[in-house]
Each structure stands twice: as structure tokens, then as C-alpha cells.
């Protein structure tokens, strides 16, 4: 399952639950690389808490994204991985984007708004 938001100042969340594949990968991409396109999207934040597992799509989804952002100087924050999904994103060259934290505390980190819920 993915849960793909966009919040205040152009920050979109993607929410990771359970396996992803190369086709699930490819519907994520879509919707993500669409709504950078269109301007709408500054920073990606990639909530990973609940992927169970992610093949190597998982890394090009995130990659590509990371690279569809790039022009605009966006960022990319991958939220709390597996111990072996860590180590696939630190082989990618990635590590420097994990964070072990809340949602909130990640776009704090990136500027955001936080909204009192």
C-alpha cells in the first residue's frame, strides 16, 4: 500500500506499507514524478517504517525521484528503513538521507510546516 500527500510548501509524503515490487514501483513513480513536474513538489519525504520489503525498484523509485528533483535543488528524506533496506540505500550512496524519526520531525528538518493536530 502507498499513501502519496502533498502537505504545506510543496512537501510530499510517501507512506511505504508492506512489499514493494517492480509494479507497484511503477504506479508510486508516476504519481510522484507527475506532481514534480508539475511544480507542485519542493521535497520528498519517503516513510519506510512500514516496508516489510522493497526490491531493487524500490531504489530506482527513489533514486529517479531524488533525480527528478535535483534541477529545483529539492531534498529527499528517507524515514526509518529496515536494517538491510539501510544498507541497500547506503550502498546507493543514499545513507546521507535516512533519518530515524517522526514525520513531523522531517519536515521540520526541511523547513516545513507542522500543523498542531
Known sequence: MAKIEIIDNGILIATLRGELDNHKANQIRSDISAAIFTGQVRAVIWDLEGLGFMDSAGIGLVLGRM??????????????PSATMKKIFGFSGLGENIRYCTIEEAIGEIGGVVHEQ
Not at 533525480?67 to 526509518?80: A, F, M, Q, V
Request: aromatic content about 0%; hydrophobic content about 30%.
Open 67 to 80: 533525480r527528478d528533483l535535483s534541477p529545483s535543488g529539492g531534498e529527499t528524506l528517507i524515514l526509518n
